[in-house]
C-alpha cells in the first residue's frame, strides 16, 4: 500500500487502502472508516465509545510528513508483550514507589466496592516514572554517557529529569510554553537542562527531535516508547496483586502509553477484568483513533486534565491498546473538577485534572454497568497549580450546586442590603462576594445586588431562590448545574 497519507493496512484485505490520493490529516480514508466499527454513544455528559470486537487492528499507517522517531516507527508498530512488563518490574522495583490501593472511604455511596490506586504518591507526583526509569535503564552504557532527550508537558519531564539525575544520565526536557510553571521548574530542581520552547507540544516535539538527531541524544516519547509503556504496565501487576480479581479497571487516556501497559499486563493475567479508558472531552484523541481506526491529530482545547491533552496518540500504544480496551468514555469538564473536590474531601487525595479522570466517569453516570463490582480506578498524578487547584475546586462545587450565583433588586433605602444578607443568614447561606450597581436600572429608588454563595447543596440553593421569590419580584438564579441529576442518580439521592 505505498504512498496514501493516513491510510491503514490491517489483515482483512477489505479494510485495506490502497488509494494513492492526498487527503488532509483530518480526511479520514474509507478504508478506515470501514475498518473503524466502534460503537459511539454521545449523550449530556461527554461520549461513550464501545470497541467492536470485530475491529480489525491495523498493522501499520502509512503518513506523511512526520518526524520519524525510528521506537515509534507508524509503518512497523510495534506492541508490547506481558514479559516486557516483568522486567521492567524486576528492574524498576528498587527505584520506585509501590503505591497504596486502598478502598475508597465513599465507596458505597457509589455503589460498588470502588479501589483508588495512588499513583500520584509517587516521588515526582506521577505513574510516569515507572516508564521513565525503565527505560534509562534499558540504554546502552554509552547512550547512557550521551543521555536522552524527551519534549513533555509536565509529568514525563519530571520523571525522566528525577531519574536521570539520580542514575546519572544526562537529560534535556523540551517543554512548550504552555506547561505549567510548576512541572518546569521542578525539573531544573531536578537538574535537567530545560528548554521551554514552542507554543504546543507539536514545535516542542520538533526541536526536540531536531536536537535528538544533532546531539546523538535517544528521543524517550513519553506515551509510545516501547520500553515507557512496559513501565508504565507495571502498575498493572501492581493493582491486581492488591485488588485480585477486579471487575474493571478504569485508566485515563493521553498517548494512550499509560493504557496500553496497563492492559498487556492485566488482560494477561485476569483477562474478564474490563479496561476502561477516559479521556476529557477537550482532547478526545483516542476515540477519535478508534473512530478512525488509526490515530488521527485531534485539536486540543484548554482542559483541566492537561497531562491528557496529546493532539494524535501513538502509534504503538494505539495498535498495543486498542484489542484490549473494551470501553473509552470521555468526560466534560465539570465532572473532572468535581472528581478533584470529591477527591480532596472525601479521600484527602490532591489530584490534578488527568488523575482524577477516571472517577469522574463514574460521577459522570457513564458506567451505570459497574453498580454492585470491584473496579479500580487509577488516581495517577497529583501535579496541580495551586491556582488552578483553587479554580477547580470552584468549578466542582459550582457544578455540584454548591456555589451559586444569583441577581436580585432591591430597594435602595437604608436597610434594603441588610435584610438581605438576614435572608441569607437565617438560610445558613453564606456569601462569597457581593455586587451593588445603580447605574443601569431605570427605576432610581432600586438597586441590583449580584450575589455568588455558597449552600450545602442543590436542595439548600432551590430553598435559597424560593425564599428570595417570596421577597423580591425580580430574581435571576443561576441554572441548574450540569452535575446536579446524574450525580445524584449515581448516589442513589434520585
Ligand atoms: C497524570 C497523568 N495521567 C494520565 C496520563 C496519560 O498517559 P498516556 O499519555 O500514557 O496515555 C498522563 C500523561 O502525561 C498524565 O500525566
Known amino acids: 500500500m505505498g504512498g496514501s497519507p493516513n491510510g491503514v493496512t490491517v489483515d482483512n484485505a477489505k479494510s485495506t487502502n490502497g488509494s494513492k490520493s492526498s487527503e488532509s490529516e483530518s480526511n479520514r480514508s474509507n478504508a478506515a472508516n470501514d475498518a473503524a466499527k466502534a460503537f459511539i454513544k454521545k449523550n449530556n455528559n461527554g461520549a461513550v465509545v464501545i470497541r467492536n470486537p470485530d475491529t480489525v487492528t491495523p498493522k501499520k499507517f502509512d503518513v506523511q510528513g512526520e518526524s520519524l522517531d525510528p521506537h515509534c516507527d507508524p509503518l512497523n508498530p510495534k506492541t508490547i508483550s506481558f514479559r516486557d512488563i516483568t522486567s521492567a518490574a524486576f528492574l524498576i522495583k528498587d527505584g520506585v514507589e509501590r503505591t497504596p490501593c486502598p478502598r475508597s472511604t465513599t465507596s458505597d455511596s457509589y455503589g460498588m466496592d470502588l479501589y483508588l490506586k495512588k499513583d500520584f504518591l509517587q516521588y515526582t507526583g506521577s505513574f510516569k516514572e515507572r516508564g521513565a526509569r525503565y527505560a534509562l535503564l534499558c540504554l546502552t552504557e554509552e547512550q547512557k554517557k550521551i543521555g536522552v532527550i524527551s519534549a513533555s508537558l509536565g509529568n514525563h519531564a519530571q520523571a525522566l529529569s528525577y531519574h536521570g539525575w539520580k542514575l546519572n544520565i544526562p537529560v534535556t526536557v523540551v517543554m512548550p510554553k504552555a506547561a505549567p510553571i510548576m512541572k518546569i521548574q521542578k525539573c531544573r530542581n531536578y537538574k535537567a537542562n530545560v528548554i521551554v520552547e514552542g507554543k504546543d507540544m507539536a514545535e516542542a516535539k520538533a526541536l526536540a527531535m531536531k536536537m535528538s538527531e544533532e546531539n546523538k541524544l535517544l528521543y524517550v516519547n513519553g506515551y509510545d516508547h516501547p520500553h515507557i509503556m512496559a513501565g508504565q504496565g507495571t502498575l498493572g501487576l501492581e493493582i491486581l496483586e492488591q485488588v485480585p480479581n477486579p471487575d474493571a479497571v478504569i485508566i485515563p487516556v493521553g498517548g494512550g502509553g499509560l493504557i496500553a501497559g496497563i492492559a498487556t499486563a492485566i488482560k494477561a493475567l485476569s483477562p474478564k477484568t474490563k479496561i476502561i479508558g477516559v479521556e476529557s472531552a477537550k482532547c478526545p484523541s483516542f476515540s477519535n483513533a478508534m473512530e478512525n481506526n488509526a490515530p488521527i491529530y485531534t485539536p486540543i482545547k484548554n482542559t483541566l486534565a492537561d497531562g491528557l491533552a496529546v493532539p494524535k496518540v501513538g502509534y504503538n500504544a494505539?495498535?498495543?491498546?486498542?484489542?484490549?480496551?473494551?470501553?473509552?468514555?470521555?468526560?466534560?469538564?465539570?465532572?473532572?473538577?468535581?472528581?478533584?473536590?470529591?477527591?480532596?474531601?472525601?479521600?484527602?487525595?490532591?489530584?490534578?485534572?488527568a488523575g482524577a479522570s477516571g472517577l469522574a466517569a463514574i460521577l459522570a453516570g457513564q458506567l451505570p454497568e459497574l453498580k454492585g463490582k470491584k473496579v479500580v480506578v487509577l488516581l495517577c498524578g497529583g501535579n496541580i497549580d495551586t491556582t488552578v487547584f483553587g479554580r477547580c475546586l470552584e468549578r466542582g462545587l459550582a457544578a455540584e450546586g454548591r456555589l451559586v450565583k444569583f441577581n436580585v433588586e432591591l430597594t435602595d433605602r437604608p436597610g434594603g442590603l441588610n435584610e438581605l444578607c438576614e435572608i441569607l443568614g437565617v438560610l445558613g447561606v453564606s456569601i462569597k462576594d457581593i455586587m451593588h450597581e445603580r447605574a443601569w436600572l431605570k427605576d432610581i429608588y432600586t438597586v441590583e445586588v449580584k450575589v455568588v454563595c455558597e449552600t450545602r447543596d442543590w436542595t439548600h440553593s432551590m430553598e435559597l431562590m424560593n425564599e428570595l421569590k417570596k421577597h423580591y419580584q425580580k430574581v435571576q438564579f443561576s441554572d441548574e448545574p450540569l452535575a446536579i441529576n446524574d450525580s445524584l442518580a449515581v448516589l442513589g439521592k434520585k
Open 318 to 353: 494505539y495498535v498495543t491498546a486498542l484489542p484490549l480496551i473494551d470501553k473509552m468514555v470521555v468526560v466534560k469538564e465539570e465532572w473532572i473538577a468535581l472528581a478533584i473536590l470529591r477527591l480532596v474531601e472525601e479521600e484527602k487525595c490532591v489530584v490534578e485534572g
